[in-house]
């Protein structure tokens, strides 16, 4: 099927996430409690053994994945097309990033609404992670969806239009996980974490106050999920020539 889809159709991208507050301790006594529960499943202790530095360290490590717990910080989205002069395939990365959730999501959506519609969206555990998470922080904050986020109780093929490159690689396998790290070390094309990993982006923003630097970050991600569906459909994959941040070049 994705042979016959044209690229130029197709928005790639890529979410960040972060806790919702900085620290459990600044969470209400009920999100406290819940918060303590989600922990001990999470660590399948049981009750008696769960201390409040386990919860406490759990909520830092594991928040940011969870939209209850968490929020979006940035949505960078990836947009290919083919050069006019030489015909040769080039992306647009962008990304929207603030620490105001609201307005980055009604952002995002004007964007799907107003390009996308009818059109693809493709990421890397897409369908388990990026979509849900949005879906969920959408409601929320009682913002209406885009079309091609309508998705509640849709059946599989009725949302065709989601294309999930950890999906492809499974080929059929519902066991594993594999990050594009290793997709790329394995596909050989140029690997997205040369600079921060998941685990450090509640810090670069919390701490660092780094929205920019979580953005870039962002950013390589959605190449990466470019460069491997490229790979699926044995496409040269992108020089660095091709690729152009948006935002940097605006800047510059």
């Known amino acids: 099927m994705i042979e016959h889809i044209d690229l130029a159709h197709i928005l790639f991208l890529d979410i960040e996430t972060v806790s919702a507050e900085p620290d459990f301790r600044a969470l209400s006594d009920d999100f406290q409690a819940h918060w303590r529960h989600k922990a001990r499943q999470q660590l399948r202790v049981p009750e008696e053994e769960l201390t409040d530095d386990m919860v406490i360290e759990a909520y830092q490590d594991r928040a940011a994945i969870f939209a209850e717990f968490g929020k979006i910080v940035c949505i960078s989205v990836g947009i290919m097309h083919r050069d006019k ?17 609201k307005e980055l999501l009604e952002d995002f959506s004007a964007l799907l609404d107003q390009y996308y519609a009818n059109k693809y969206l493709c990421g890397h555990n897409i369908k ?25 109780g849709k059946k599989p093929w009725e949302t065709k239009h989601l294309l999930d490159t950890l999906e492809l690689w499974k080929f059929g396998d519902r066991k594993n996980f594999t990050s594009l790290k290793v997709l790329a070390s394995v596909l050989n094309f140029p690997s997205p974490k040369d600079d921060i990993d998941g685990s450090q982006v509640g810090r670069v ?33 992108l020089e660095d020539d091709q690729v152009a941040h948006v935002d940097r070049e605006e800047e510059e």
């Open 85 to 101: 002069d030489d015909q040769r395939l080039r992306i647009r990365l962008k990304s929207y990033a603030s620490s105001d959730e």
């Open 128 to 152: 388990e992670f990026d979509i849900p998470y949005i879906c969920r922080r959408l409601l929320f904050h009682q913002l209406p969806f885009p079309k091609a986020l309508q998705i509640q």
């Open 205 to 237: 923003y919390w701490e660092d106050t780094d929205l920019e630097r979580i953005a870039f970050y962002c950013e390589k991600d959605v190449l990466a999920t470019a460069q491997l569906f490229l790979r699926f459909r044995r496409l040269p994959i």
